[in-house]
């Protein structure tokens, strides 16, 4: 029982191909990295708890860690009982879709690496390839938020964009402090391993705490990137004055978020928008989980978005 108070705390405190042919395949890739990549410290209370969570996370499937922080309810994790009952509908069907997933058979979670208690010296990513690649693939890098890289998200969006190029990078337990050098290192590291590869220009995405990331990293090199997708978040503790004018991005949110308050996110968006006039704001119905509970609305806003881009340069 210890052990899942911790997995709780832990877990809720938690790229195109040029002529060759790839089946569909999800890898996941360790590299050096110069990055001083943040560690995770429990409260002290919890620490020898969270010293026993570490040891057995590795034999721990990520469904079953995701399922039982859920389970906590409201107490623990700040799930209200109306969000855990959709939640846990929610992953259950997920991860019984990832275990029949014959691209993600045999991948591993990396919560043992977003969970480890020294400063990392390897940076990680998954990639993910469709059948077929051409000139055209569209390319996509995706910032994950507080709690880890979960495979859910490598499963989602391969599902919801088959024919793109997907690099998910791992900044061990949160985006939030994530920087340009090390999202450039593993698009470095790609290159290497894969040197018949070319990436298109990617579509930047970012969720939740990722998301003042993505918009620092976006805004800093936005020739690197065909737009900014954030998704559950806003440009926290960030000045409109200090971006430049000329950016593609789409902010979409829930409604009734309760772990972002929404009345601030419109707030910054108008301030963004006097800034960046070409900042477009949508809210979906639903609370800071949208993406699991309202996926089909989620997604055909974002691909349309994507696509007017692409059509209107």
């Known amino acids: 029982m210890d052990i899942l108070k911790v997995v709780s705390c832990t877990a809720m405190a938690l790229v195109g191909l040029a002529g060759v042919a790839m089946a569909g395949k999800v890898e996941s890739h360790y590299f050096p990295t110069q ?9 002290p209370s919890m620490a020898r708890e969270y010293a026993l969570f570490q040891k057995t ?15 906590f309810g409201s107490q623990e994790t700040n799930v209200s009982p109306q969000q855990q009952q959709a939640l846990m509908a929610g992953f259950n069907d997920v991860y019984l879709r990832i275990a029949q997933d014959e691209v993600m058979r045999g991948v591993p979670h990396s919560l043992g690496y977003s969970y480890q208690s020294v400063t990392p010296t390897q940076g990680h990513y998954y990639a993910y390839f469709p ?7 569209r390319s996509i890098v995706f910032l ?4 880890g890289n979960f495979l859910y998200y490598t499963w989602l969006l391969k599902e919801e964009f088959p024919d793109a190029i997907i690099l998910l990078p791992t900044y061990t337990y949160s985006w939030f402090d994530g920087s340009l050098d090390y999202l450039r290192e593993v698009e470095a590291d790609f290159v290497e391993r894969y040197p018949d590869v070319k990436l298109n220009k990617p579509w930047l995405f970012a969720l939740s705490a990722g998301g003042p990331a993505g918009f620092r990293i976006y805004n800093a090199a936005p020739e ?28 979409l949110n829930g409604a009734t978020d309760d772990r972002i308050d929404i009345k ?25 989980f949208f993406m699991l509970t309202n996926r089909e ?8 978005y994507m696509d007017s881009v692409v059509e209107n340069p």
């Open 297 to 304: 609305d989620c997604f055909s806003r974002i691909k349309a």
């Open 35 to 43: 990055e001083a990549l943040p560690v995770f410290e429990p409260p």
């Open 264 to 288: 601030d996110v419109r707030k910054m968006v108008g301030q963004f928008q006097k800034r960046i006039p070409s900042l477009q704001y949508e809210e979906v119905p639903g609370d800071h």
């Open 224 to 251: 690197d990137f065909a737009g900014f997708v954030c998704l559950a978040s806003a440009p926290l503790g960030l000045r409109a004055d200090d971006f430049r004018s000329d950016l593609n991005i789409y902010m």
């Open 57 to 71: 996370l590795p034999f721990l499937s990520e469904g079953l860690v995701v399922l039982s922080v859920i389970s």
């Open 131 to 137: 059948d077929e690649v051409t000139p055209d693939t």
């Open 144 to 147: 994950h938020g507080f709690g």
